[in-house]
């Protein structure tokens, strides 16, 4: 569920970054600096969104295993897990 609601934040922070990258080249002061490809800014921008969003997923996979290990464990010795222990496993 938590990586379809990364896609809406990544779209609008790409879409945000590439109104800036716009207005700063268009911009007269911008005339002496060196040209920067607009493009490759935003490439740039989605790869780096693109290896974060995947390094969350690890992190949430790794989180999801931990808690499943625990639960087997509890289940095994004939317990259950109590809500303080689902609390503390939360995103």
Do not use: C, W
Request: hydrophobic content about 55%; overall charge positive.
């Amino acid at each position: 569920m938590l990586r379809f609601k990364l896609v809406p934040r990544l779209a609008s922070a790409v879409l945000a970054f590439s109104a800036l990258s716009a207005a700063a080249f268009s911009s007269p002061a911008s005339a002496q600096a060196p040209r920067v490809d607009a493009r490759a800014e935003v490439a740039a921008a989605l790869f780096a969104a693109s290896a974060t969003q995947a390094a969350e997923l690890r992190n949430m996979d790794a989180r999801l295993r931990q808690a499943h290990a625990e639960i087997e464990r509890l289940q095994a010795r004939g317990q259950t897990p109590t809500p303080l222990a689902y609390r503390t496993m939360s995103v």
